[in-house]
């Protein structure tokens, strides 16, 4: 269910960005709309759904998202509703300390916190100008 | 606590979830997204699975893993909720007393959802049968059964204000809210095993 994309030549040297969502069709075409933005700049992953395919999120999918865009840098998440949020808090606890330093969930809109989030990392900013500038957009 | 007695209460809590499915999905449909009863279903009978592996664990150890079990499968709000409740339970001690117990899974959820009693969720049933089970009553299982069923019914008049449901504003109110509902559906099922019978 996660799909995550990491192009050949993906650096770590930026914020990674992680999107979450109650639908994978969701978290994918947010995701895709990122890549758009910002090619392989930056490292995206993504994933959707309850642990049995429905709608719905998967603490374990969200663990190994993050795990697999991770970078000292630091990985912004983008969360749509409620449990996405829940789900993502859990998962980032579950992380080693050291990690979970560097994780930040964004309370933004899904798809425009992702892009704006992106957008940002793509520039070398830090994780929390990355996160100021998704958090912005909060209309 | 026996291992008997630990398999009994994962079988009384997960027939509770169980057997009240439907009637938690119609009330997560009525405020909001549905799925709290497949969800739970499917976090209870993942428990199950792992029954007799559970049943051979000291208490603290066993509610730390079923509360994991719930965290990984449920795939809601609910899971983590439900499985940090169970967590700092476990995490209490082998031999802590039920009211502090109970105390520490209280604190956990709070801290989770972010939320406290009154927001019409989970807690306003777990506060009042805790604050019921502290003062020391003479039938601990009659007072804990009395404040769930009180505290569940007091949903229905309130605004949520956590959660999907509190999307829908002043149309929240006259709805039992579903996580209440599963939590006094849980309750009851303690109380079963704690008087012998389930």
Do not use: W
């Not at chain 1, 606890?93 to 933004?108: F, G, K, Q, T």
């Amino acid at each position: 269910m996660t799909d995550t994309v990491l192009p050949g030549n993906a650096l770590p040297d930026n914020v990674a960005i992680v999107i979450v969502s109650h639908s994978p069709e969701v978290a994918r075409g947010a995701a895709d709309m990122v890549r758009e933005m910002v090619g392989d700049e930056v490292r995206v992953a993504h994933c959707g759904g309850n642990p049995a395919g429905g709608l719905g999120t998967d603490v374990a999918a969200i663990l190994a998202a993050i795990e697999a865009v991770y970078t000292p840098k630091g990985v912004a998440i983008l969360v749509d509703l409620g449990g996405a949020e829940t789900n993502s808090e859990m998962a980032v606890e579950m992380l080693p300390e050291d990690i979970r330093a560097n994780v930040a969930i964004c309370n933004a809109p899904i798809v425009e916190g992702a892009v704006m989030a992106a957008t940002e990392a793509a520039g070398g900013s830090s994780l929390v100008e990355v996160r100021a500038t998704a958090e912005e957009f909060r209309s | 606590m026996t291992s008997a007695a630990i398999a009994r209460l994962i079988d009384a809590a997960a027939a509770a979830i169980r057997d009240h499915a439907e009637e938690l999905g119609a009330l997560d449909r009525a405020i909001g997204d549905g799925d709290h009863g497949l969800n739970m279903t499917r976090g209870f009978e993942a428990i199950v699975e792992q029954r007799a592996a559970l049943a051979d664990l000291p208490i603290a150890t066993a509610l730390q893993k079923a509360g994991m079990t719930l965290v990984m499968k449920v795939g809601g709000a609910s899971g983590p909720l439900y499985g940090s409740l169970l967590m700092a339970m476990g995490k209490a001690g082998e031999d802590a007393p039920l009211a502090e117990r109970l105390s520490e899974g209280v604190d956990a959820v709070r801290k989770r959802g972010k939320s406290g009693p009154g927001e019409k969720t989970m807690l306003d049933v777990l506060v009042p049968v805790l604050e019921a089970l502290r003062v020391g009553p003479a039938d601990p299982v009659a007072a804990a059964r009395r404040a769930a069923d009180a505290g569940l019914e007091a949903t229905r008049a309130m605004l949520a204000t956590k959660g999907r449901a509190s999307f829908l504003g002043e149309r929240s109110v006259g709805h039992l809210d579903p996580g209440a509902r599963s939590s006094a559906l849980l309750v009851h099922a303690v109380c079963d095993v704690l008087e012998g019978r389930s």
